[in-house]
């Protein structure tokens, strides 16, 4: 389908068809772990145990994230999509239903076929559709649930534990998935590509990597048997060499090397892996914090966090002037600077002071967080040409979900040390958390340094002609 015949309602329902995709995924992804304790209860299980059914979910995605691509140029975007949407929907069914932890780790694998899917295929139907000056209008408004659905999740989790039962936590997926369903028959275009031969070598190797990676970075941080898992994370990266080895004989390898001589793709994977290491850790240890530190309920954290969420709003309605003007170079490096300074003023209220200190700071993250999203996203995918949007989409979705286990895996791990000096902190655990905020908000700092290989003028194709 080309470019030109999509009419101007295709257009402007397309990012709506993706937003109720991401809104979905990460509402999920976070509401799932305010609810745990519950949901261990009513099954008869340890809460320890529980942590299966989050990880089955995360290595569901690692598997199947890297095959996205070549299944939307296969059988077309409007297919796997729908198909995509439909899986979730009915994994979300059956994990309502599970009458043992077996049945929900099953459950969750179904929903992590479908979810492996959504986003990435959603992505690539908005590269394909839009021309590149229009696309930032596009990404931007279907990234927002990408922000709120974190900040949400552990609210509205709170409320149903409370209030219903752990049950529609899942349930709450089954009407968004209709809606999506509905829009994207009437809506979503069809497009394919010539499919070349699958790599099926490279797929299991690179697989293999993210398998690897992804069990070692959601075992890290809360596992006392480190070594197992320090092994695991590098034989991942070792895995990832073979990969490098496999794609320089292999004509058609799954993700080409190529993607790599692409200086605005190369710098957006870098500096999502990079700036990651913080920004995915704060929405983890900020509600942690609350409710250890200063003793206050899930439900109280989770108002506390919430206007994250306003502002990504607001955010998102700047951000283009922001980037016509100041271009990507320089607003990524300031960006990244601010989020990094944010993080550190964390740590700035004390133990005896209220907690409501935190809300500006909280609420200054979510319009520079909506900003930086945005910006990296785009950027990565500025200059991918048409044969590399399927392989480049997929790889770039494979790296997020890795650049978010890395950043909660690392944030928990300092709060760990810190935790475990019982001089440094004085013995009051609101100190570990503290420092940690010091920690990983310099390192968020720094990680602005990697935008600098940005050249001035890149990611002017995007800007909107006017």
Same mark, same amino acid.
């Given at each position: ?5 999509? *009419?101007?309602?295709?257009?402007k329902?397309?990012?709506?068809? #993706?937003a109720?995709?991401? @809104?979905?995924q ?5 509401i799932?772990?305010?609810s745990?304790?519950a ?5 008869g +299980?340890s809460?320890l145990?529980m ?5 089955s979910?995360?290595l569901?995605? %690692?598997? #199947?994230?890297?095959i996205?691509? =070549? ?6 975007t ?6 995509? /949407?439909f899986?979730f ?5 059956f994990c ?11 459950s969750?694998?179904? $929903?992590?076929i ?12 908005l ?11 596009a990404?931007?408004?279907? &990234? ?10 552990p ?9 219903l039962t752990w049950?529609?936590?899942?349930l709450?997926n ?10 994207s028959?009437?809506y979503?275009?069809?497009f394919?590509s010539?499919?070349?031969?699958f ?6 190797? =690179?697989? %293999?990597?993210?398998?690897l990676? *992804?069990? *070692?970075l959601e075992?890290l ?5 480190v070594?197992?898992i320090?092994f695991?994370?590098?034989?991942? @990266? ?6 490098y ?5 292999e ?6 090397l190529? /993607?790599f $001589? ?14 990651r290491?913080?920004?995915? *850790? ?11 530190a200063?003793g +206050?309920?899930?439900?109280t954290?989770?108002w ?9 709003m607001?955010?998102?309605s700047?951000? &283009?002037? !922001? ?13 990244t600077?601010m989020i ?8 700035l209220?004390?133990i005896?002071d ?5 809300l ?6 979510? =319009? ?11 950027i ?6 048409n ?5 480049g ?7 997020? $979900?890795?650049?978010?286990?890395f ?10 040390l810190? +935790?475990?000096?019982?001089? /440094?902190?004085?013995n +009051?655990?609101h100190?570990?958390f503290?420092y940690?905020?010091l920690? !990983?908000?310099?390192?968020?700092? /720094?990680s602005?340094?990697v935008?600098?290989?940005l050249h001035f003028?890149?990611?002017d194709?995007?800007?909107? $002609?006017?």
């Open positions: 389908m080309d470019q030109q015949i999509l *009419s101007p309602q295709i257009k329902v397309l990012p709506i068809i #993706l109720t995709a991401i @809104f979905m990460m509402l999920d992804s976070t799932l772990n305010t745990l304790p949901i261990a209860k009513d099954l +299980e809460p145990d942590q299966n059914a989050i990880i979910y995360v569901t995605l %690692a598997l #199947l994230m890297p996205s691509g =070549f299944l939307a140029d296969k059988f077309g409007k297919k796997t999509f729908i198909a995509a /949407l899986l929907a009915l994994g979300s069914l309502s239903l599970s009458q043992d932890l077996t049945q929900l780790v099953f969750r694998v179904l $929903q992590g479908g979810g492996s899917l959504m986003t990435p295929v959603g992505r690539l139907t590269l394909k559709t839009y021309p590149k000056n229009e696309l930032v209008q990404m931007n408004f279907a &990234i927002i649930p990408a922000l709120i659905g974190p900040v949400l999740g609210l509205v989790g709170g409320y149903m534990v409370d209030y049950h529609w936590i899942f709450i089954l009407p968004i998935a209709l809606i999506g369903i509905l829009l028959i009437k979503m275009p069809d394919r010539e499919v070349l031969d790599d099926l070598k490279g797929f299991l190797i =690179f697989a %293999a990597a993210s398998f990676l *992804s069990v *070692s075992l941080g809360n596992t006392v048997h070594t197992p320090l695991a994370l590098v034989l991942g @990266f070792l895995m990832l060499y073979f990969y080895r496999h794609a320089r004989r004509e058609n390898p799954i993700f080409p190529g /993607l $001589q692409v200086r605005t793709f190369r710098v957006g994977i870098l500096g999502n892996l990079a700036t290491l913080g920004i995915s *850790s704060v929405p983890l240890l900020l509600p942690l914090m609350i409710q250890i200063y +206050e309920s899930a439900v954290s989770g506390i966090v919430a206007p994250m969420a306003l502002t990504a607001f955010g998102k700047v951000v &283009i002037g !922001i980037l016509d003007r100041f271009g990507y170079r320089n607003t990524l490096m300031a960006n600077f990094g300074f944010l993080i550190c003023t964390l740590a209220p004390g005896n209220s907690i409501f200190w935190h500006p700071i909280i609420a200054l993250l979510g =319009f520079f967080n909506s900003i930086q999203f945005t910006s990296m996203n785009s990565s995918l500025a200059d991918l040409r044969y590399q949007a399927s392989s989409n997929s790889l770039i979705s494979v790296n997020q $979900q890795l650049a978010i286990g950043g909660v895996a690392f944030g928990l791990i300092v709060l760990k810190f +935790e475990g000096d019982v001089r /440094l902190i004085q +009051e655990v100190n570990a503290r940690t905020f920690v !990983i908000g310099s390192l968020t700092i /720094l602005g340094l935008f600098r290989r003028r890149d990611g194709n995007l800007k909107v $002609q006017g």
